[in-house]
């Protein structure tokens, strides 16, 4: 029996566990990226394993999250991550360059190729053909120390594409087509394969947009095969050098399967406050919008911008919405001044913004108070956007430019408007003048460290009986938004000490307080969740800080895969309820204990937990592998693999 793509890759990259879906593989990774907000703590990870240099074939160190330096924090964030990379043989992308998954499909990804990075839109690489997965800081400095890189084998859904898309109708379309069917949970360790005559009418940046929100899906990545496109791509970039055909076997075999004729895709919107939250933009039409923002690393491709320019080509954006737009990378800025499409931006009354994550995470371009945003983002998480009442719903940039313009939300193809081409690159515009690449000697480096950087903070081993309270209960879909905030907080993600004082602010501003008093007794925090807990943002914060304050254990209906993986990193039980009617017997304030807790995890069997305070015991799934049991029992991964390195 044949193999798709995805598992051809996989099976190249096995280096232990076998190919079957739900057991535990080990996978060796070539490539790796982060992000600033998550790669201080990673290099700060990857320097306490006391190596002198990189272990895999490519590392990248972009600075596109936080790049509003209000403050020193973040200018001296970046030049931490500047010296580092010179030190350790990483490729360093200066703030300007543009956001890492755009810079690294454009510059340094590689069909067949494994890349893991520290951000959860990481499968954004897909749309080339790679296995591309997000994963939490400390997965990502071993991934570099060359330490494999374990999950659950996925099984993996077919998605068959048929037909050709109609104008107006896009690929974020499809991939909110996709979230209407599947939704934002259940799709745990499962990899979405897209296939059928449809894959070859759609772009590079139309395959990289729909496995960029793909998970949103919650799937473990999302991919593409690598064709005749993927070649014309790579050789408009330079790299032609670097293609290989990946397809699938034509008895390939799947564990589902999902048809979308693309000439049935509608524009779609998903509205607050979740990307599954997905209804026909025809059904809400005439919504008054107040603010739109085109770009992140969803729909910030020179395609994107270049369509978005010719619909506002003489014509003027509402004087009721601002309009926001971010060029995905250096090169699409440079792409769009060069043809004229800045200019028909700027005329029409947009504002220009740097080529970052910015308005995705908060961190500017805020909407007003109430007010109703579209965004061509990936999620629309509530307060995500800055402002917490703000109405953000997660449309084309079709769709979004045609509403700047009429003020409300319109369906772009109801007006009647041409056809759009976007011209053949055959040369897209390399500039890598904002890229650093290493010298090979980086011993001589200076790293430089402001007084916002910290250390990795210190895990403790498990300790055999657990007394603890019953801190924070919580409902369904908390996001690491909701754990750990970013926006005007992300700035303090190198000092644990101080970020952890934001832990659950959005939902209980009290919450860092009462769990800091806690620890400083002796008594544990356990967190009570409902379903989907930790969906969102890969940021291991939403780990690190919670275990600062002395949180134990989360006690959910279901737990996310990136979330759990560094609840376990971090030394923190990830407990999924056996019984889910038994999450309504627990309330805030229960004190519970777990006893002969080492013996338990070493069991692998359920974990019980008594609630002092009611008398019920609760019988809970640690679902985890064994290497992950080692962890949890060392008391995190660092503790875990120091030795063996």
């Given amino acids: 029996m044949g193999l798709g793509v995805a598992y051809k890759i996989l099976s190249s990259h096995i280096a232990g566990g076998k190919l079957e879906a739900g057991s535990s593989i080990d996978l060796r990774i070539d490539q790796t990226l982060t992000q600033d907000a998550t790669g201080t703590m990673a290099y700060l990870q990857f320097e306490s394993l006391g190596l002198d240099h990189i272990r895999n074939e490519l590392a990248v160190s972009y600075v596109d999250h936080n790049t509003v330096q209000v403050g020193f924090e973040n200018a001296d964030d970046h030049l931490y991550l500047q010296s580092i990379a010179a030190s350790k043989g990483i490729v360093f992308s200066r703030p300007g360059n543009g956001i890492c998954h755009q810079v690294h499909l454009e510059r340094f990804g590689v069909p067949g190729k494994t890349l893991i990075g520290s951000d959860s839109h990481t499968p954004t690489g897909g749309g080339i053909g790679m296995v591309a997965i997000g994963a939490g800081g400390l997965d990502v400095a071993l991934a570099m120390a060359g330490?494999?890189?374990?999950?659950?084998?996925?099984?993996?859904?077919?998605?068959?594409?048929?037909?050709?898309?109609?104008?107006?109708?896009?690929?974020?379309?499809?991939?909110?087509?996709?979230?209407?069917?599947?939704?934002?949970?259940?799709?745990?360790?499962?990899?979405?394969?897209?296939?059928?005559?449809?894959?070859?009418?759609?772009?590079?940046?139309e395959r990289a947009t729909i496995c960029n929100m793909g998970a949103e899906c919650g799937v473990t990545t999302s991919v593409?095969?690598?064709?005749?496109?993927?070649?014309?791509?790579?050789?408009?970039?330079?790299?032609?050098?670097?293609?290989?055909?990946?397809?699938?076997d034509a008895d390939a075999s799947y564990d589902g399967l999902f048809e979308i004729d693309l000439c049935s895709v509608v524009p779609m919107a998903a509205c607050p406050h979740s990307p599954g939250n997905v209804r026909k933009v025809s059904e809400i039409s005439g919504l008054k919008v107040s603010q739109v923002a085109i770009g992140s690393c969803t729909n910030s491709s020179y395609a994107d911008l270049y369509k978005v320019g010719q619909i506002l080509k003489g014509r003027t954006v509402s004087p009721d919405v601002c309009l926001g737009v971010a060029p995905g990378s250096r090169e699409v800025l440079q792409m769009i001044t060069g043809d004229g499409t800045l200019s028909n931006?700027?005329?029409?009354?947009?504002?220009?913004?740097?080529?970052?994550?910015?308005?995705?995470?908060?961190?500017h371009f805020s909407p007003n108070s109430n007010g109703v945003s579209l965004r061509t983002n990936n999620r629309n998480f509530?307060?995500?956007?800055?402002?917490?009442?703000?109405?953000?719903?997660?449309v084309s940039p079709e769709t979004a430019a045609v509403s700047a313009v009429c003020g409300v939300l319109t369906d772009p193809t109801s007006l009647n408007l041409p056809e759009i081409t976007v011209p053949e690159v055959k040369s897209f515009k390399q500039d890598d003048n904002l890229i650093i690449f290493p010298n090979s000697d980086g011993k001589s480096v200076e790293i430089k460290r402001g007084p916002n950087i910290g250390n990795p903070p210190e895990c403790v081993p498990l300790t055999d009986n657990i007394f603890a309270d019953v801190t924070l209960k919580v409902g369904d879909k908390i996001t690491t938004d909701h754990i750990m905030p970013a926006g005007a907080r992300l700035k303090y993600r190198s000092n644990i000490e101080k970020y952890s004082t934001f832990v659950f602010e959005p939902v209980d501003p009290s919450f860092s307080e009462r769990a800091a008093a806690?620890?400083?007794?002796?008594?544990?925090?356990?967190?009570?969740?409902?379903?989907?807990?930790?969906?969102?943002?890969?940021?291991?914060?939403?780990?690190?800080?919670?275990?600062?304050?002395?949180?134990?254990?989360?006690?959910?209906?279901?737990?996310?895969?990136?979330?759990?993986?560094?609840?376990?990193?971090?030394?923190?039980?990830?407990?999924?309820?056996?019984?889910?009617?038994?999450?309504?017997?627990?309330d805030q304030g229960d004190r519970l204990v777990i006893e002969n807790a080492v013996s338990q995890v070493k069991?692998?069997?359920?974990?019980?937990?008594?609630?002092?305070?009611?008398?019920?015991?609760?019988?809970?799934?640690?679902?985890?592998?064994?290497?992950?049991?080692?962890?949890?029992?060392?008391?995190?991964?660092?503790n875990q693999i120091k030795e063996s390195l």
């Avoid at 006690?555 to 376990?568: D, F, G, K, V």
């Fill in 147 to 205: 330490v494999p890189f374990s999950i659950i084998c996925p099984r993996v859904i077919e998605i068959r594409l048929t037909g050709k898309l109609r104008p107006f109708c896009t690929a974020k379309d499809v991939i909110l087509t996709v979230l209407e069917h599947f939704g934002v949970k259940g799709n745990v360790n499962t990899v979405f394969e897209y296939t059928g005559p449809g894959v070859a009418t759609l772009s590079v940046p």
């Fill in 224 to 248: 593409f095969p690598s064709d005749e496109v993927t070649k014309a791509f790579l050789k408009a970039q330079g790299r032609e050098k670097d293609y290989s055909p990946v397809t699938a």
């Fill in 345 to 363: 931006l700027i005329a029409s009354g947009a504002r220009i913004l740097e080529s970052a994550c910015g308005f995705c995470i908060g961190n």
């Fill in 382 to 394: 509530e307060g995500r956007s800055g402002t917490k009442d703000a109405q953000v719903y997660l």
């Fill in 518 to 586: 806690n620890k400083a007794e002796g008594v544990a925090n356990i967190i009570v969740a409902g379903q989907s807990y930790g969906q969102g943002s890969s940021r291991e914060h939403a780990a690190i800080c919670p275990m600062h304050l002395g949180v134990k254990a989360v006690m959910a209906l279901s737990i996310e895969r990136i979330h759990q993986a560094n609840l376990c990193n971090f030394g923190i039980l990830p407990l999924t309820f056996k019984d889910p009617a038994d999450y309504e017997h627990l």
């Fill in 603 to 638: 069991a692998g069997g359920d974990i019980e937990v008594k609630d002092l305070t009611s008398g019920k015991l609760f019988k809970m799934k640690l679902d985890v592998s064994a290497l992950q049991r080692k962890m949890l029992l060392a008391g995190g991964r660092l």
